[in-house]
């Protein structure tokens, strides 16, 4: 299996085993994982976890697991900083599809690395952007 770029929910519930988490998408996470490709997650995911943790929506538990993720240098989760190309995939996700910018960017950041997004939002997965769940 290629690499795949993880949505926040994807990646948060494929670390925590939580069953909101579709099949496809934990297959596509353990397939990459086994082959040694990338689990790509955005770097706007790292803030919009942060946001949630503020505002009590997500436990700080959830972050330190992705965050461990991240750091892990054996694990495949990859950072990936918001660069000039995601900003120029931005003309690629229309805002009209997906107009949340967070949801946008990460949908972006999957168009520039050329690698399928994980995700159940219903907007990103009508749009133009490739998608697993």
């Known amino acids: 299996m290629a690499a795949v770029l993880a949505d926040t929910h994807a990646i948060l519930w494929y670390l ?4 909101r988490i579709s099949r496809e998408a934990t297959n596509a996470l353990d397939a990459a994982t086994a082959s040694g490709s990338p689990i790509f997650i955005s770097a706007i995911t790292m803030v919009e976890i942060q946001y949630l943790v503020e505002k009590g929506r997500l436990s700080p538990d959830d972050q ?60 990103i997965r009508a749009s133009q952007v490739q998608t697993i769940w």
């Not at 925590?16 to 069953?19: E, F, H, R, S």
């Not at 990859?78 to 690629?92: C, E, K, N, S, T």
């Open 64 to 123: 330190r697991a992705l965050i461990a993720a991240v750091d892990d240098l054996q694990n495949p989760a990859r950072l990936v900083p918001l660069d000039r190309a995601i900003v120029d995939a931005l003309a690629q996700v229309s805002r009209d599809e997906v107009p949340d910018m967070p949801d946008r960017i990460i949908a972006a950041t999957a168009v520039s690395l050329g690698v399928p997004l994980l995700s159940r939002d219903r907007k």
């Open 16 to 19: 925590t085993a939580d069953p």
